[in-house]
Each structure stands twice: as C-alpha cells, then as structure tokens.
C-alpha cells in the first residue's frame, strides 16, 4: 500500500555536496531512502532547514519528491552543535504547514534533533513516527570527551525521543546494542536496518580507466581515504599508517584524501587539513600525501575504483557508508573494528579490520594486500558479492517500508475504541518484527526544559 511520507533531517539536506564537516552518511541516507521509497510508490517529503536565503520553500526534486525548506534560524550555514534552538520554530513550522497541506501516515526522523521535532508533531497531530538517530550522543561523548561540543541537554531529550517514538531504526547490531544498555529502548521497539548503496551510483570501474579519469599514475599503489575531514575520523590514523607501510615495510604508495569544505584543499577553510599535513610532514611522507579536496557524487566511483586498498579508521562510527561504497567498487576495505565498520566489512573475506588509533596495525595489514595481489583481487570480488547480496538502497528501503507498515497498522489499532497501549509490546507487533530482520545480516531537566516542545 503506498504512504504518505515525511522525513525530517534538520542539518542535513539530500541537496547538499558532501565531505563537509556536517555533510556525510546522513545526506546519503536522507536521499537515498527517499528516492527508493518513491520507487516503491510512496508519496515522500523532506523537511530540513533553510540555510540559504536562495532556497525556495519546496523544492521539486527527483521524481516529485519534495524536499521543505523550514525557516527556523538565520537563513545559513549553522554548526549542528547550535540548532537545538532553533528547533521549536521547526516544529511549529512542521505542525502548520501538515494542518495546511494534509496529514502523513507516518514520520521518519534522523538525528535527535529531527527527533524532537517528530515528537512534537506526534503529540500536536496523532502522526506516529521512528527515527533513524545515525548517532547517539552518550557514545559521542564518551568517545570525544570536551570535544564534544553538543549541549548536555541533548542525553534526556534521546530518552524523552525514544520513549515516545514508535519504532528506532538501529543502523547495526552495536547500535542496538548501545540503545539497549544505554538508553531506555526497548528490544521489540529496536529494529536493525542498514544504510546501503546504490548500484546505479557506485559500480567497478576498470582501475586503469579510472586512474586515466583522474589523472594517476597507473603504476602507483594507492591508498584512499575519503569522507568527512573531522578529527574522529581517524585520518592522522592513515597517515601515520601509510608512512610506516613506506618506511617500515618498504613498499612505496600514495595516500589520496578525498573531502573538506571546499573543491580545492585550503586549510584555512578546512583546518582539520592544516593540521593533517603537519602530521605528513612530520611522518616524511608529505610528497606521498595527496589532499584531493571535496568532489561530487558522481565522481566518488572514480576514486574509488582507482584506489588498491579503501582504508577507514575512525575512533568511533555509527555506521560508515564510504566502506559499502567501495566495496560497491571492488575494492578491497581496510577499517576500524568499531560500530557499523565491524559490520559491513567481512574480516578476511572482504578486507580487514584492524583496531582504532594503531598505525602499526594498519599498515601491516596495508602490506599484507600489497604483497599479494591475488588476495586484494578476492577480496575486491568478494566485497561485490557481499554488498550486492545485504546492502543495496532498494533492501533498506523495503525493510523500511515494512517497519512503517507495522506502525502505520498499530497506531490505527490504538486509536479505535476500547484498544489501549503503545505497541510496543503487542503480540501482533511482536510477530510483525520477526519478519523484519535485514535479509539474514541482522543480529538480532532545566535545561532541556528551555527547548521543550509545547
């Protein structure tokens, strides 16, 4: 049955270029699921916030998609970590123009801020919602400590989100199990599906050709890195890897770094590049260091196929979405063993997994496949067939559709005379999620008073 859909991402709009301190997975993921939601019959909007004065209030998009620029805040570029303020405007906005345009079967929020915002309108309208969070902030900060720079008041307001969402879509098994031992989630109310690829977007191309596009040696190893420029990252990670992979092993590489604010590499626009070209230097491999800067979506294959080895080592990842595109593009994965990496990425049969912050460990793994070009071939192979099999956007958005169904039914069952509850527990509910594990790859206060929602 085709739904009404709207999908709340309010920093991180589906138009955005990416490799932004605040442009990444979540953009993808916003897109992504609603062009293969509207694929499937689904009518979808999505509401993110005007961060440009040029930007009209709705945006006919792909396939009559409509994406709802919100006024809520000066009509630019903000830091996620400054926009709980701006959230009730948000809201408000949201309620008055559903009232005005028609209601929705059901909405998907991203992010916790987005959450709020789905609360709101739930209590205002009857309009149940889930959310994807693509980060949770207790794990945020205990990881990045005073780096963390996201008010306090965000950990009871993803208490108060989870409480009232209907269903919590859990990107990975450490995600469940995070919301489950941190967070007061329910395990009939988590549900795991991945974020995905698109294999019209991301596909092998030949590396000789793709080197030619770019204009690379053909003879060179290459390393990619590519994504967000934020410390978290782990990209110091990379480089100090790479250096060891030439000064200790003895095998000569170039490091591409694809990302930043900006087309070309300027560190004074991007200053986490600053001080990653210091740690170069410092490594003596500043010449084999190749800052690329940002790049559209369309070009991200190139690179990808060009590359021998695709390496990601955050300290922490919620999911990590460039470890599936490569693997979309045959190449082999070096990752953090942490979050969604330890997920996606198959350890010794698609690449490897190697613990956080250990260069050491990188690059012996890094010499490893570069001293065995039949192992790096298999394990591009295998890293298609694997992605192809669990991880495509069509999957995501079909395991989606069948969560908001669920909800969609619960929510109507609740509101006939004489039925109680929340669903959550419901047998019916129960039974509904057993058919919902990913195609086998599953495991199964004052201050935030100031923000309240009324």
């Known amino acids: 049955m085709n739904r009404r859909i709207a999908i709340i991402s309010e920093h991180a709009s589906p138009l955005a270029t990416l490799g932004g301190v605040d442009n990444g997975g979540q953009n993808v993921y916003v897109a992504q699921v609603a062009k293969h939601l509207r694929a499937l019959g689904h009518e979808i909007d999505v509401f993110t916030r005007r961060d440009d004065p040029e930007l009209e209030e709705v945006h006919i998009w792909e396939n009559g998609i409509r994406i709802i620029h919100v006024p809520a805040g000066p009509a630019r570029c903000i830091p996620k970590e400054q926009l709980l303020p701006y959230m009730k405007p948000f809201s408000r906005y949201m309620i008055h123009f559903i009232r005005r345009e028609g209601p929705y079967d059901l909405v998907h929020a991203n992010f916790w801020m987005s959450g709020l915002a789905a609360a709101a309108v ?169 800052f690329v800067g940002r790049r559209q979506r369309h070009v991200l294959r190139y690179y990808y196929s060009a590359a021998d080895v695709f390496v990601s080592t955050p300290w922490y990842e919620p999911f990590g979405i460039t470890p599936l595109e490569a693997m979309a593009c045959c190449t082999p994965v070096i990752g953090s063993a942490v979050g969604g990496i330890k997920y996606t990425v198959a350890h010794g049969e698609t690449g490897f997994l190697v613990p956080p912050n250990h260069p050491a460990a990188l690059a012996a793994r890094l010499a490893e496949l570069f001293r065995d070009p039949a192992l790096r071939s298999r394990f591009g192979r295998q890293s298609l067939l694997r992605v192809r099999r669990h991880f495509t956007w069509e999957k995501v958005a079909r395991s989606l559709a069948e969560v908001y169904e669920t909800v969609i039914l619960e929510n109507r069952l609740e509101n006939q005379p004489g039925i109680a509850g929340n669903g959550h527990s419901s047998s019916r509910s129960n039974s509904l999620l057993k058919a919902l594990t990913f195609d086998g790859v599953g495991s199964e206060n004052a201050e935030m008073d100031k923000y309240e929602q009324h």
């Open 122 to 290: 739930r209590r205002a309208l009857n309009i149940p919602f889930v959310i994807t969070f693509h980060a949770l902030g207790r794990v945020r900060r205990a990881f990045q400590g005073i780096g963390d720079t996201f008010p306090d008041a965000r950990f009871a307001i993803e208490d108060r989100v989870i409480a009232e969402a209907s269903r919590i879509i859990a990107e990975c098994p450490q995600d469940r199990e995070d919301l489950l031992t941190l967070y007061p989630a329910s395990p009939e109310q988590v549900v795991v599906v991945p974020a995905g690829y698109d294999p019209l977007e991301m596909f092998p191309i030949g590396r000789a050709e793709a080197r030619r596009q770019l204009g690379l040696s053909i003879d060179e190893n290459i390393v990619l890195q590519l994504g967000r420029i934020v410390p978290r990252k782990g990209v110091d990670t990379v480089i100090s890897g790479v250096a060891r992979l030439i000064h200790t092993h003895g095998i000569p590489a170039r490091l591409l770094i694809v990302g930043g604010e900006s087309e070309d590499p300027e560190d004074n626009i991007t200053p986490e590049i600053a001080r990653l070209m210091k740690i170069a230097r410092e490594e003596r491999i500043a010449d084999q260091v190749t």
